[in-house]
């Protein structure tokens, strides 16, 4: 591999300087950079960037690949680099590549004669920025919806525990039977999985529901008891009338 790169003696006073796997680590991402844009398997890795993986960045560092994750990390967090991963490689990206590269002592027409290619660098880099906050932020949105729906479920069961806590000193009163109604009546969760069928009532007060509820029971007990005698006296009546038909008949014979 031929070419150079620079340092600047501020190098000295980078954060992570007194790191040695960050040292390491980043002075291997600069040197394996391309100086300029090149095609891979259909993809173009621009001036700045490399195609590599942990385990790769393992071998040629020395560093653990639990290391290495860490660093990059580091290094992506302080805007050090910026990384598009894929589940077999990395493309990372060296945000201010073109500091390890100018020249000081170029004079104005070299510097002029660069330009062009610093701006497009930079428009590129300002492009895959993008690109990956892009990304990234769908990937952050996706995994909060799936936090906030689980956080939800969570805080629905809690809440139907604390209910069920609030019925326990009734069952005395109520028996067991009626306070499990109860509770399954009104714990129904909405479609949303976000709220209870108690929950969306304007108004809640657990000892006039139960009282409430016990005497609709008693009611619905009562009109049972009720349509109980009154089948067993329609059926008393057809068993009488059926009897005198045949004791008819027989005295017919």
């Given amino acids: 591999m031929e070419g150079w790169i620079k340092i600047h003696k501020r190098f000295l006073d980078w954060e992570w300087f007194q790191e040695d796997g960050m040292v390491r680590l980043f002075l291997n991402l600069i040197l394996r950079a391309n100086f300029q844009p090149r095609k891979w398997k259909g993809i173009v890795i621009e001036r700045g960037q490399l195609i590599t993986g942990r385990k790769q960045l393992s071998i040629e560092t020395g560093l653990s690949e639990r290391t290495i994750r860490t660093c990059l990390q580091r290094l992506e967090d302080t805007g050090e680099i910026l990384r598009k991963t894929t589940n077999k490689f990395s493309i990372i990206n060296i945000c201010n590549y073109d500091t390890y590269q100018l020249d000081c002592f170029t004079n104005d027409q070299q510097t002029t004669n660069k330009r062009p290619t610093n701006d497009q660098q930079t428009t590129t880099n300002e492009e895959y920025k993008n690109i990956y906050n892009k990304e990234n932020s769908t990937k952050v949105e996706s995994k909060k919806d799936k936090l906030s729906l689980s956080h939800s479920q969570e805080l629905l069961e809690n809440r139907s525990k604390k209910f069920y806590d609030s019925l326990i000193s009734f069952v005395e009163l109520y028996g067991k039977e009626m306070i499990r109604s109860f509770y399954d009546y009104w714990t129904e969760p ?30 619905n007990h009562s009109n049972n008891g009720t349509a109980n005698k009154q089948q067993q006296q329609q059926q008393r009546a057809r068993e009488i009338e059926e009897l005198n038909e045949r004791l008819l008949q027989e005295s017919s014979q």
Avoid at 190 to 216: A, G, P, Q, Y
């Fill in 190 to 219: 909405n479609k949303s999985k976000t709220k209870m069928r108690f929950e969306m009532e304007k108004t809640w007060d657990v000892k006039r529901r139960l009282n409430t509820w016990s005497s609709r029971e008693k009611i």
